[in-house]
């Protein structure tokens, strides 16, 4: 796509804290930036109370890598500000990525520990991959496990993407891109559709009734402009006169009306009467107003056709980020030489486990998954078949890239093998224990 | 600066919701599109205890509104798209906007009702900014309302930003503009450097540490590139070592250490004993570790010479989007004709005051503030040298631009003259209440 292309070609090489380039500074003076090294990114925990994690932002940070090269006025700002010194800027100059990448494909589930991917490299080409990699997978993976609620609450109805007005301008456009990774229908935001291909919808704002002499006036302009397929907002002065008003103006084959304010659940059985009433029993009724999985799954019951959801899907209801990390967790001592586990060791919580972990979700006999298991020695071979880690880069070159349905069929896929509590909404453990599987030895 | 002028340069014409364009569509063909408009951007409520909004993005907003023009790609796509029809493309092709906009300048505080921007024009100009105006400052001003609390409670201690891994990449940048803007002293995001000028910092990650054969190979590194001017960071393995370590590899002239994880307090006072007994005493310490303004407050009496922020900050500390609408609150029933209030009536609690609005701060008799008064009328005389608008767009002209110092000044005295309550931590109301001052009349 070509808008796709266009915006790739944005150098993410900034994207960085500044202590990442000083960091490569120190280990290309010490030696220690040639060592082969592992990091991996994990949580430690879910947000309290959520069941799963959904694994979303694979694909950008796919292009992130592809795109993290220096151009000349980054690296002039970089020298002119003393960031780092000659040496480095010479090794920025000519950075990209030539290591490997695996890990949990876009739209899987994930739990506390899942290695949700493995960044495999010499310390200095993936050390300075850490803060553009979080801040992605953090951003989409918090979006995707909110929408992956609404979805499932909204059971085959449509739920569509409103949110960009209450988030960052660009961020919105990657949170409409989760969203559709976690089953949303389509977005409002237009930048979403040029850029990611998603599908973009929309109907009216109480401005525009509010410009014209009357709702009467309103109503017709849109359906002379839209067709009579076009959804009118319905809820600017008084409910029940512009249902009336609605239909009298499209006649029964309006195609939807939108309440965005009130009792949602006692309207909606209001306007669906007077509608069936007044012959427009195919007019689909959308609802909007604060909604997120709660009050989706509160609406279960009521006569609605569609959801459209804003703030608290753009703001990850309750959780706008994910606790995700970056760690080394084994490199080498010498160039070449075998990798040897390493982990932070002090007091104080945030302890980890040395080694580069594989993971599998292992079934039950029904074919439901039971467990995630994570290790770090060689995998039983019974657990081959369930391994969740995939090729993303392999030797610097992208291979793990892949059509956005792609990414959402498997969500559906991923969170129907999951146990049946798994899209509870009330809150409770993750739906799945996740069990390590660490060799014997000394040392942890 | 050159970055600036760069990053700018992009269209932001497309982060806009599908139904401003088609709203726009159906208003060219019943003609209400000319109508002379007035939108006003205000909240109806402060995120929930919360004292006083701050008003940041105001910068980012004049930025996008000047690059808020259509490109080719743009406009194929939107034909391809069947989004609007060849009339309104033609309109989006010569679009630029060319009316006024007011508004409070960066960095003051804001209040339920304050009306924060007033957009005029005519409908189709001014309808379709409505999305990329909100995104950009329901997000800066949910960070800077956070970052304005953290710096409060850090006194005169330097605050630094570090959240860019648990946001949105491109987020980030914009958060670490805003808290700098709400007083923070610098942030790690080099991207935020380079786009917007804000110092940029740093220390070393854990990572730095365990790639290296020991502890003391890794600060002997540091110091070897950074300078004992650097900050270690000394709770990889064991804290007490590890300090005594950083004072034998720099000597007492060591910059800082950085604390990470455990009980922050203990820790400090801890180490700012052993540095002493080393005869580091000038040696500066550093926390970090799931900071928010709670934690720095608790942190007052604790001996910390400055704090990082993380999470916290990017995610607004639990506030992580403000619930700024933007309402058409006036229209003309003709071209040039005289300028109507408008409102949304219908029940369920959205409803609004018609009419554009002026707003000033009245101080009482010591100069504190005592109240936001708002109004729809003409200005009384003793509240004109206390209005809180400022012009920002003039017959399509910006005007308002500033250097980021000047909203940085702003936010120091807009603070400091609110009541001394204002920067409690605790829940409350508004610091202010806001007074209405409408015309009499009949209509509400």
Redesign the interface.
């Known amino acids: 796509m070509?808008?796709t292309s266009?915006r790739a070609a944005a150098s993410?090489a900034?994207?960085?804290?500044?202590?990442?380039?000083?960091?490569l500074?120190?280990?290309l003076?010490?030696g220690?930036a040639h060592?082969s090294?592992v990091?991996e990114v994990f949580t430690r925990r879910l947000p309290s109370g959520r069941r799963y994690g959904v694994m979303a932002g694979t694909g950008r940070v796919l292009d992130?890598v592809e795109n993290f090269r220096f151009t000349s006025?980054?690296l002039d700002?970089?020298a002119d500000?003393g960031?780092v010194?000659e040496e480095t800027l010479r090794f920025l100059a000519d950075y990209r990525f030539r290591g490997d990448i695996h890990g949990y494909p876009e739209g899987e589930v994930y739990f506390p520990g899942s290695p949700l991917l493995t960044v495999e490299g010499t310390?200095a080409e993936a050390?300075i991959l850490?803060?553009?990699i979080?801040?992605?997978l953090?951003?989409?993976s918090a979006i995707a496990a909110a929408a992956s609620r609404m979805t499932a609450a909204a059971g085959g109805r449509p739920v569509i993407e409103?949110g960009?007005?209450?988030?960052?301008?660009?961020?919105?456009?990657?949170a409409a891109r989760a969203a559709y990774v976690a089953g949303f229908a389509a977005t409002?935001?237009?930048?979403a559709?040029?850029t990611h291909g998603i599908p973009?919808?929309?109907?009216?704002?109480?401005?525009?009734t509010?410009?014209?002499?009357s709702e009467r006036?309103?109503f017709?302009?849109?359906i002379?402009?839209?067709g009579k397929g076009t959804t009118l907002l319905v809820?600017?002065?008084?409910?029940r006169e512009a249902v009336r008003t609605a239909v009298e103006v499209a006649g029964p084959d309006l195609g939807a009306v939108r309440i965005?304010?009130?009792?949602l659940t006692l309207l909606a059985h209001r306007v669906r009467r007077q509608l069936d009433d007044l012959g427009a029993d195919r007019t689909r009724i959308i609802v909007t107003?604060d909604l997120d999985e709660y009050a989706i799954a509160a609406l279960a019951a009521a006569p609605v056709d569609g959801y459209g959801v804003g703030?608290s899907l753009?703001?990850g209801s309750g959780h706008?980020?994910c606790?995700m990390v970056?760690?080394?967790v084994a490199?080498a001592?010498t160039d070449g030489g075998p990798l040897i586990p390493?982990?932070?060791?002090?007091?104080?919580?945030?302890t980890s486990i040395g080694g580069r972990k594989w993971a599998a979700r292992r079934p039950d006999a029904d074919g439901v998954a039971e467990a995630e298991v994570v290790g770090t020695g060689p995998v039983p071979d019974y657990l081959r078949p369930h391994l969740t880690q995939v090729p993303l880069v392999l030797g610097g070159e992208t291979v793990g890239r892949e059509p956005l349905s792609a990414a959402r069929d498997r969500h559906v896929r991923a969170r129907a093998a999951l146990p049946l509590s798994a899209t509870q909404l009330s809150k409770g453990d993750p739906v799945l224990p996740t069990e390590l599987v660490l060799p014997a030895g000394p040392g942890r």
Chains 1, 2 share one sequence.
């Not at 973009?200 to 525009?208: I, V």
């Open positions: 070509d808008a266009v993410t900034l994207l960085t804290d500044r202590y990442e380039l000083t960091m500074q120190a280990a003076r010490s220690a060592r090294s990091f992130a006025p980054q700002w970089l500000q960031v010194d310390f050390v850490e803060t553009v979080l801040s992605i953090n951003h989409d409103m960009a007005r209450r988030a960052h301008e660009h961020a919105a456009v990657s409002s935001d237009l930048e559709g040029f973009t919808t929309g109907t009216a704002a109480h401005a525009f509010l410009v014209h002499d006036d309103a017709k302009a849109q002379a402009s839209m809820d600017t002065f008084d409910l965005d304010s009130g009792d107003s703030t753009v703001t706008p980020t606790a970056y760690k080394l490199r001592e390493v982990a932070k060791r002090a007091a104080g919580g945030k």
